[in-house]
């Protein structure tokens, strides 16, 4: 359910579910989950049945005077799936308490740094993320400039939910120039794609490069194809000019395949570049001997164009077809 596709995250992202119903939608697009609707005054279990009900917070401060009690109730939730599931009342009050109270912020990534558990360490991240205050960015600083993988990795994270016109994207656009690990690599550039596809608008502006294309056009000529893949997602969303064109263009004439099929993705949600790039989406969308998945790739995009009754008609049958092959595939599996 939740946009991100990573597992270790979809439970601290559902804590988070309740104040993004209030106006906080990050990294959430879904229906609230079945989970977010117990009544009032009750929780439910991991089962679906009602829990015991807690007694009523007696105010906004005792959130911060119970952070820790409620990150390790969330956290045991998490690590056992039978467990009663946390008061989403309390982890709301702790969320809010976070945005307004610098010195819980400053406590919380002090506790970040004497955490074994990476549940626990995820929901800190998870309560620090959106905020680009000074604190924030200077912890984030400090984990990407970590030589620990794991702490770059989060660091990435934090500074790639920060709003895109601000300080972290500067930030975010050195440290990623600066980083050689191929995990780190890949869970960053991932993140900047999902993190702009997640934007109501395209990021940083429509007409402006922002920070962040520079490092981005590098990784996108990257000799490992994984990254340069993921790469090229994020560059398509966060470089609207032309230098981006060109590598996008480029990547689709590419000899490996995953690398063509993250170009012809891309392509699909940018009406611009796939008028640009007609002429290649159609070699590749009639191409007997490339892939289903990219020649489909190749067809989603073409049907965001203007298109004659011919084409019209040609492409949706060829849509049938490859669904179908699709299907096949998937079930064979």
């Known amino acids: 359910m939740p946009v991100l596709r990573r597992p270790a995250l979809a439970f601290p992202l559902l804590l988070l579910a309740l104040p993004a119903a ?51 109730e ?21 969320d809010e308490a976070v945005g307004r109270d610098a010195a819980l912020r400053e406590r919380l990534i002090a506790h970040y740094a004497g955490l074994a558990d990476a549940s626990e360490k995820r929901l800190v991240l998870e309560l620090l993320s959106r ?52 995990a780190v690599l890949m869970g960053a550039v991932a993140d900047l794609a999902k993190t702009a596809s997640a934007a109501p608008a395209p990021a940083p502006a429509a007409s402006q490069p922002g920070a962040l294309a520079e490092p981005l056009r590098v990784l996108a000529g990257h000799p490992d194809p994984a990254i340069k893949s993921a790469s090229l997602r994020a560059l398509s969303r966060w470089d609207p000019g032309v230098q981006a064109d060109a590598a996008l263009k480029q990547a689709l004439a590419d000899p490996r395949e995953d690398v063509r099929l993250a170009a ?60 179908a092959r699709l299907a096949a595939q998937t079930a064979s599996h």
């Open 22 to 72: 209030v106006g906080l939608m990050w990294r959430l697009g879904l229906a609230e989950p079945p989970l977010l609707r117990p009544a009032a005054d009750a929780t439910v279990t991991a089962h679906g049945a009602a829990a015991r009900p807690r007694a009523a917070a007696s105010g906004p401060g005792q959130a911060a005077l119970r952070w820790k009690a409620v990150l390790e």
């Open 74 to 94: 969330a956290a045991a939730a998490y690590r056992d799936k039978t467990a009663p599931a946390p008061d989403l009342q309390r982890w709301h009050e702790l």
């Open 131 to 182: 905020r680009p205050t000074p604190e924030v960015l200077a912890w984030s600083r400090q984990l990407v400039a970590s030589a620990e993988a794991s702490r770059r990795r989060d660091g990435f994270a934090l500074l790639a939910s920060l709003p895109p016109e601000g300080e972290g994207q500067r930030e975010l656009a050195q440290a990623l120039g600066q980083e050689h690990d191929r």
């Open 264 to 323: 012809a993705a891309s392509l699909a949600d940018d009406a611009r570049r796939a008028a640009l790039m007609r002429k290649e989406l159609m070699d590749i969308a009639e191409r007997a001997d490339a892939s289903a998945a990219l020649r489909r790739a190749a067809v989603e995009a073409l049907q965001r164009l203007p298109l004659d009754p011919h084409e019209a008609v040609s492409l949706s049958h060829l849509e049938r077809e490859l669904d």
